[in-house]
């Protein structure tokens, strides 16, 4: 997420939100209280059930320590899913060097078919693409940064797919494409290894979707934060997405199916207000022939 864009009359009142004092800001914070949010959905192509967890946006490093995540962490085991995602923003600031708590934790994440991620904006922040005030600063060799980076998560269990995918059973194919903001995204690169059955993509970025063929059978975002603060009447404060509420939070359609987690972690302010912190838990099944899985309700 990205919080730069947030008009004056916004910042305003989220100042005053804030100036309510520093217990009340606490109380909203929510960072250890995410909530465990399940659904259930028809996939096309799935000839036996998938049950996939989501985290994104756990932005360690300024408010998120190694407490949270292992809160995150013993929460997801406990749903034993198939297969655990993680899309984008593992970072919030220039810890490269004291991530260790971070990955030690999540070593911890296990499922049959694997821990895979993407990359999001914030993590390319963090590995110093570009200079965040207060946060990291810019340096020339961010591409050997993350690629360090790539290779501790991946000795930590989590895979990292960047334009590329794998195809988990014969009936599952994961694909993940590199952060919308600051990554080169290369969708067809990252769907070009599909051996057929249901496809799942990953995203940080919901602006990626209107560009997703609706052969893509459900695509996992987070990159919102569903707003992090929500206002009564106004809505999310920010969204950092070029379709403003649009892809805020929830069960979208555009074209292809998709999912947008509200996230973990936090930036810019210490607060969560109206939006608490999700980790999401599919159930998907196999569709019936004759049936159209369309976006279903929240379960």
Do not use: K
Not at 40 to 54: F, K, S, Y
Not at 61 to 88: K, M, N
Not at 185 to 206: I, Q
């Amino acid at each position: 997420m990205n919080w730069r864009r947030i008009s004056l009359p916004r910042r305003a009142a989220l100042t005053g939100l804030l100036a309510l004092g520093a217990a009340r800001a606490a109380s909203l914070s929510g960072a250890d209280r995410a909530v465990v949010v399940r659904h259930t959905a028809g996939l096309p192509g799935l000839t036996r059930p998938l049950r996939v967890a989501q985290l994104t946006d756990l932005h360690y490093g300024l408010y998120i320590g190694a407490e949270q995540v292992r809160a995150w962490v013993d929460a997801t085991l406990t749903e034993r899913p198939d297969l655990i995602v993680i899309t984008g923003d593992f970072l919030d600031a220039d810890v490269m060097g004291g991530a260790a708590p971070l990955l030690a934790e999540l070593s911890r994440l296990s499922a049959p078919l694997g821990v895979y991620g993407v990359w999001g904006n914030h993590d390319y922040g963090s590995f110093g693409q570009y200079a965040r005030r207060f946060h990291s600063p810019q340096r020339a060799d961010w591409r050997e940064r993350r690629a360090h980076f790539a290779a501790a998560l991946a000795d930590s269990g989590v895979t990292i797919l960047t334009n590329a995918g794998v195809q988990l059973r014969p009936d599952v194919y994961l694909a993940g494409v590199d952060d919308w903001m600051q990554g080169q995204p290369d969708l067809t690169a990252a769907l070009r290894g599909r051996g057929g059955g249901a496809t799942l993509l990953l995203s940080h970025n919901p602006d990626q979707l209107p560009f997703v063929p609706a052969s893509v059978g459900l695509t996992l975002c987070g990159h919102t934060h569903g707003g992090q603060v929500r206002l009564p009447l106004l809505g999310a404060v920010s969204t950092a997405s070029a379709h403003g509420q649009r892809f805020a939070q929830g069960w979208v359609q555009a074209p292809a199916r998709a999912f947008v987690s509200r996230g973990l972690g936090m930036t810019a302010v210490p607060a969560r207000l109206s939006c608490p912190a999700e980790i999401a838990v599919f159930e998907l099944e196999p569709v019936q022939a004759g049936f159209t899985a369309g976006p279903p309700p929240f379960r």
